[in-house]
């Protein structure tokens, strides 16, 4: 009994974690691409496709998240 509600516990907790995340959020190819760039220091705040706000597009994209619109 006891290792079956163990069992079911971490199926529910892995199941929380990863409907949590955004699929796809992440795009190596953006952040290779602003990799090099020096973004300016201007900070009015924008959401990444992760949920996380980034002082602006720039900086969410060199670390390979897109900007929701």
């Known amino acids: 009994m006891k290792r079956i509600h163990s069992l079911s516990l971490l199926v529910l907790t892995l199941g929380l974690s990863l409907g949590s995340c955004k699929i796809d959020c992440y795009d190596k190819a953006l952040e290779e691409q602003f990799y090099t760039i020096d973004c300016t220091a201007d900070c009015p705040g924008v959401v990444g496709c992760d949920g996380n ?17």
């Open 53 to 69: 706000t980034y002082c602006n597009e720039c900086i969410a994209n060199s670390q390979g998240i897109r900007v929701e619109d």
